[in-house]
C-alpha cells in the first residue's frame, strides 16, 4: 500500500499496457518537500516499469503546473503523458515543459466540444505539436452522463474526421469514474452482488466509450481490464499477447 511502485507492476501483471500515476499534496505548505518526493518516484517508475506512463497533478489548479513542470523535468525524453492541461489552469507551462523535455499533453475539458477546441488551438499556438496532445473530453459513469460523453467524443471524432486539424488527436476515456456511481458502490443486496455490479458499471461505460472513438481507456478494477480485452479479443478488435496464448495453452 506504501510503494506506488510496486502497485504499477501489479497493475502490469494484471495486464495494464499503460499506467496512470497520480500525485497526491497532503498539504499545500509540504509541496517543496512533495516535489522532490515526486521527482524521486518519477524516475524509479520510469527506470523499473517498461509500459507507458501518465503522470496526474492532485487536481489542484494553481499547484498542477508546477507539479507536472517538476515531473517533466525529472523524466525528460521519456515521452510521458502530462496530466492535465485545462483552461482554468496555467496550460502554457504544462505545454511548455512538454516541449522542453519531448512528452504528451492531456488536454482536459468538462463535456464541451468547443472548449476542447479552443483548448486544443492554444496548445498547437504555444508550439506543442499535434503528436504530443491527447484529449480528455471527460467521461461520465453510466446513469451519471455517460450519454453526454458518448456524444461529445462521437462529435469530436466526426469533426475531427471531416477536416478539422485541431480536433485530430487521440481520445482519452476515463471508466475509473463509474466507481464514484452511487449504484457502483452501494452496499445494497437489492441491488444484486456488488462486486459484480462494480465491474459492470466499469465495463459499461469503457466499452461506450471505445465505441465512441476512444483509443485509451483508463480503468480500475482488473478484472474490468480482463472482461474488456476478452470482449476485444472475441470480436476481433485486437490479437492475444503471447502470454495470454501460453495461459491458454
Given at each position: ?68 513542470e517538476t515531473v517533466a523535468s525529472a523524466t525528460k525524453g521519456e515521452r510521458v503523458l502530462l496530466a ?82 485541431s480536433l485530430q488527436m487521440p481520445i482519452v476515456a476515463f471508466p475509473a469514474n463509474s466507481w464514484t ?69
Open positions: 500500500l506504501d510503494d506506488p511502485i510496486e502497485w504499477a507492476r501489479f497493475c502490469t501483471e494484471c495486464g495494464a499496457e499503460i499506467i496512470q500515476l497520480k500525485f497526491n499534496l497532503p498539504s499545500r505548505r509540504l509541496l517543496d518537500r512533495s516535489l522532490e518526493e515526486f521527482i524521486e518516484i518519477s524516475q524509479r517508475l520510469i527506470k523499473e516499469i517498461s509500459v507507458p506512463v501518465i503522470f496526474s497533478g492532485p487536481d489542484l489548479t494553481e499547484i498542477d503546473p508546477q507539479i507536472l492535465s492541461a485545462r483552461l482554468d489552469n496555467d496550460y502554457p507551462r504544462i505545454a511548455k515543459a512538454a516541449i522542453d523535455n519531448k512528452h504528451v499533453v492531456l488536454a482536459s475539458t468538462d463535456c464541451d466540444p468547443p472548449s476542447q477546441k479552443m483548448l486544443n488551438e492554444r496548445l498547437l499556438g504555444i508550439g506543442l505539436p499535434p503528436d504530443q496532445i491527447v484529449m480528455d473530453p471527460t467521461t461520465a459513469a453510466l446513469g451519471y452522463g455517460l450519454e453526454y460523453s458518448l456524444s461529445i467524443a462521437e462529435q469530436i471524432r466526426l469533426n475531427a474526421l471531416k477536416g478539422d486539424k456511481a452511487r449504484e457502483a458502490n452501494l452496499e445494497d443486496l437489492r441491488y444484486g452482488d456488488l462486486y459484480s455490479r462494480g465491474l459492470i458499471w466499469e465495463l459499461t461505460t469503457a466499452l461506450t466509450m471505445f465505441l465512441a472513438g476512444a483509443e485509451l481507456l483508463v480503468m480500475l478494477h482488473p478484472e474490468s481490464v480482463r472482461r474488456f480485452k476478452t470482449f476485444m479479443r472475441d470480436q476481433g478488435f485486437i490479437e492475444p499477447s503471447v502470454t495470454e496464448m501460453n495461459n491458454q495453452n
